[in-house]
């Protein structure tokens, strides 16, 4: 097919059926210069050699990533978004073992070799997280891809975060979640590693903890009544079955170990 040089449009009068109508006609003309088709067919070929040999000279200007060899060192944009995470304040400050030591003896006041044992069960105050169950990102949420389940808080006696369910096989990254949050409890991340062979696995429970938010147990004096605040939930737990028993046309599959979260792996 020839270039288009120019785009008409006329109307004119048509008898269709019997009747006169008016119809407007679109006239393409095609430029019968084959010469000019051939110009710019090597003056395009040419423009990507050209721009091929400038990166071949100006290495820098590569933006190719040899990924996965460059896995340690690869940087995403800011603006990527692979994975929906919920944000732990305190995860950073004891995100070292000897951190973490110091911080246990402190607030347990116990000897460093005793606490260091417990080390391996995991520092809770490490998975304080800033989520109300609130469930206005679930209301945003354009794909259903987010359910909060909460419960009824034993020792505050509120509505608090039981499991935030996250669905990455129906999630399309749109980021509504995490603007409509008013805590600042989420955030996306650029972590985009997700494959896996079976889809009922790309089904996450994002809290560790149950419980209610961070300043609300932080604020509580007592360590014992802190510590029944909390419980532990698992990456891939949960009152509604996250092995696929749920998915339509999906039979139950074994489930894999969760991760050793004392090593911080997500
Ligand atoms: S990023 Fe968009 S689609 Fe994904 S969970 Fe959040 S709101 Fe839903
Ligand atoms: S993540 Fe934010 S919006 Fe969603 S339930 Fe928790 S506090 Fe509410």
Redesign the pocket.
Known sequence: MGMIRSIETVTAQRVIAGKTISVSVVQRKQTPNKLSIAFNAVLGLLKGMWLTLTYFWSPEKVVTRMYPENRDTLQLTERFRGNLRFKFPNETAHKSHAALLEHITHETQTLPEVASEWIRDEDPTRWYH?????????EACPNASIR?LTRQGEILEDRE?DR?VWRLDSCMFCNA?VL????D??EMTGGFENAVYDRRLLVYCLNKLAGPRINLIQDEQDAAVRARMIDPRERFGGPIPMNGAGLPNLPPVALPAPPDVSTGAA
Do not use: L, M, Q, V
């Open positions: 800033n989520c109300t169950g609130c469930s206005k990102c679930e909060i975060i935030f979640c409509a949050c008013p805590w409890a989420i």
